[in-house]
């Protein structure tokens, strides 16, 4: 199936992330048509993107698009240029491909949509619940909520695109955009939200639903419970996961801070993000990328005990702190 990957992003501070996801895409993927919207670039972007002919960067904006809130504007977008044995693939702009996608995509139902499992840490889990925040009829339920980070999609679903992007757009989602994330009901939450609740409705119920596992295919990097313990411990059978997503903060913004002037907390989130596998990573395009990358030399005495007792497996390596964390949040001590 010829494949068609679609990135947006307007947000300042962002290309670092752009860049490591482009690099993986073009050592796993080479050749593979890539558009990317990006309507703010910094000097020097566009110069640095020329160096693929077969990435276009795409400098208009996406009209009626901000934040995250443009996966379906942007994939409507591209749409009518996919042939109809092709896909289209959303990669949000904070991941990586440790190998190629193409497989796990090809080995999904046709006639379906491709998704990314939200990390079971995540609070209010499912999609019954937000088919009903919608007040749409429920039409089937999955019990885990699906992240957007990677979604494929094929000519044939241009209706869930249109909806998906209908709600976006809807006066209910616009004004709960300015609130805090947790003081809005969870249907609210973000653009995947009101995708989950689409899934879920009797609208798509017959809609065949592939889910990208986390901890085999995909990996929310840089939260202490995300990637659980049960699913640590399967991952010493597997290799690194194809996506690597890093979720819970950045590591460019996270480790760039001198430890001296952080305090409990942000040193806490730096420790997750120095033993992340989207960190040891990102380390082999250090030389490409083009940016500051002082970060990737961000290091404790915590962190390198880590990665020694991790013994080079992604996925033991941070295995203790979530450890920890499991256990205080069992006996109360965590929320
Ligand atoms: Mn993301």
């Given at each position: 199936m010829e494949t068609t990957f679609c990135l947006a992003e307007d947000r300042h501070g962002a290309e670092i992330g752009i860049k490591f996801a482009?690099?993986?895409?073009?050592?796993?993927?080479?050749?593979?048509?890539?558009?990317?919207?990006?309507?703010?670039?910094?000097?020097g972007f566009a110069k640095w993107v020329a160096q693929w002919?077969?990435?276009?960067?795409?400098?208009?904006?996406?009209?009626?698009?901000?934040?995250?809130?443009?996966k379906p504007h942007a994939l409507l977008e591209l749409l009518p240029g996919i042939g109809d044995d092709g896909q289209l693939v959303w990669l949000d702009s904070d991941l990586m491909l440790a190998r190629d996608l193409r497989p796990l995509l090809d080995a999904a139902d046709p006639r379906g949509i491709v998704v990314a499992m939200e990390?079971?840490?995540?609070?209010?889990?499912?999609?019954?619940?937000?088919?009903?925040?919608?007040?749409?009829?429920?039409?089937?339920?999955?019990?885990?909520?699906?992240?957007?980070?990677?979604?494929?999609?094929?000519?044939?679903?241009?209706?869930?695109?249109?909806?998906?992007?209908?709600?976006?757009?809807?006066?209910?989602?616009?004004?709960?955009?300015?609130?805090?994330?947790?003081?809005?009901a969870p249907h609210l939450w973000?653009?995947?939200?009101?995708?989950?609740?689409?899934?879920?409705?009797?609208?798509?119920?017959?809609?065949?639903?592939?889910?990208?596992?986390?901890?085999?295919?995909?990996?929310?990097?840089?939260?202490?419970?995300?990637?659980?313990?049960?699913e640590r411990l399967h991952g010493l059978f597997l290799p690194v996961p194809t996506v690597l997503h890093a979720i819970a903060g950045k590591p460019w913004v996270l480790m760039a801070r001198d430890p001296r002037t952080m305090g409990r907390f942000e040193k806490f989130r730096a420790l997750l993000q120095e033993t992340s596998p989207f960190v040891a990573h990102a380390r082999r395009y250090r030389d490409r990328v083009d940016e500051p990358t002082r970060?990737?030399?961000?290091?404790?005495?915590?962190?390198?005990?880590?990665?020694?007792?991790?013994?080079?497996?992604?996925?033991?390596?941070?295995?203790?702190?979530?450890?920890?964390?499991?256990?205080a949040k069992r006996v109360g001590l965590l929320k």
């Open positions: 482009l690099l993986s895409l073009a050592e796993h993927c080479p050749g593979c048509p890539v558009v990317l919207f990006r309507p703010v670039s910094e000097p002919p077969n990435v276009r960067l795409v400098e208009t904006p996406l009209e009626g698009a901000s934040n995250w809130n443009c990390a079971a840490s995540q609070p209010s889990q499912g999609t019954a619940l937000r088919t009903r925040g919608w007040g749409l009829p429920v039409g089937r339920e999955f019990p885990r909520t699906m992240n957007s980070c990677v979604v494929r999609v094929r000519r044939c679903h241009e209706p869930l695109l249109r909806r998906w992007k209908e709600l976006l757009e809807d006066d209910r989602y616009v004004a709960a955009a300015t609130l805090p994330l947790f003081d809005k973000s653009d995947q939200d009101v995708l989950n609740a689409l899934i879920g409705s009797a609208e798509f119920a017959d809609l065949p639903v592939t889910i990208l596992r986390h901890g085999r295919d995909v990996l929310h990097t840089g939260g202490a419970l995300g990637f659980s313990l049960g970060w990737m030399d961000y290091s404790t005495v915590p962190g390198t005990l880590l990665k020694i007792a991790g013994l080079g497996h992604w996925a033991l390596r941070g295995l203790p702190v979530t450890l920890a964390c499991t256990v």
